[in-house]
DNA sequence: TTAAACTCTACTGATTTTGTAGAATTAAAA
DNA sequence: TTTTAATTCTACAAAATCAGTAGAGTTTAA
């Protein structure tokens, strides 16, 4: 499961995306719509301009604004930034690898096979999944 | 991530599979094989035999042994019981399913899609993953 | 100069995870 | 019948992670 940092950074980003170019936009205001801890909320997306996927103006009038493109940001990004592996299993990780404590050999363990195909399966959807197509999906779907 | 609970029942029941009908093994024997802490195993296989995964005999001579055949356990099933929901988000799960709380409105949501898919794959994948299939593969790739 | 916004450090409480202790129960075997 | 070796069960506890808060500092527009 997305711990709950995770998801408040998607409701969030998908909520910029939504205002793309159109001038920094408020904690305040992203923190009431996404019924998101302001505070909280605070953390997130200073992580993520950290990361380079926001930029913020300070002061009077400022706010945060997506830098990258919503069609750059997807998924996966998101997920691993905010909660580290995609994969179920650390020995099955690309950027999160460590090896199994309880495997004592890799090469022969029967169980790896699965959870890489999941690993694939997971990325090749999350990578797809983007904040253009979030957006474009919830105008089909008739957000106001 | 899997919980270290989960990984160390699914290195259990390989255990026991690759033992089937062989009659009851002892936790010590699972635990010293395995590397896992004796007490903490005696918990997760007391909750696999509640799940009807196992049967026990107690006493002299005891242990734990597979109650269902290799061919019917499923990685899904244990993921579940160990850890609880396979999807990403509770609002797409089929098993333990629970409103979005960030999310006003579940059916005009543009994140659930990607989430849907993920979960459809990857319950695709693990349900095809018994522990009669990890066996086979361990055989396989050599594993005495 | 003031007000409104982000920035940053530190902290805290709640929950979950990962175990441990120890007594009770059961059953085989001596 | 007693001993021994195993599972069963209840209760507890340390450690880690998650979720959120407090409050002072910095920046910028008006």
Redesign the pocket.
């Known amino acids: 499961m997305l ?6 950074a998607i409701h969030a980003l998908v909520y910029l995306a939504e205002r793309y170019q159109q001038g ?7 923190a009431e719509s996404q019924h ?5 909320l ?2 997130i ?2 992580e993520l ?2 990361s380079k996927i926001l ?10 604004y997506l830098y990258k493109s919503p069609e750059e940001v997807n998924l996966v990004e998101i997920i691993r930034l905010m ?2 592996a995609i994969s179920l299993l650390p020995c099955v990780s690309y950027n999160y690898y460590e090896p199994c404590e309880e495997c004592r050999d890799e090469k022969t363990c029967g169980i790896r096979d699965a959870f890489s195909m999941v690993r694939d399966e997971t990325l090749r959807v999350l990578s797809g999944s983007t904040l253009a197509q979030i957006v474009q999906r919830e105008k089909e779907l008739g957000k106001v």
Do not use: R, T
Not at 3 to 8: A, L, N, P
């Open positions: 711990s709950k940092k995770c998801k408040y920094p936009v408020h904690i305040q205001d992203i998101i801890p302001k505070k909280f605070e953390a997306l200073l301009k950290n930029h913020s103006k300070k002061g009077k009038g400022g706010g945060y909660d580290g």
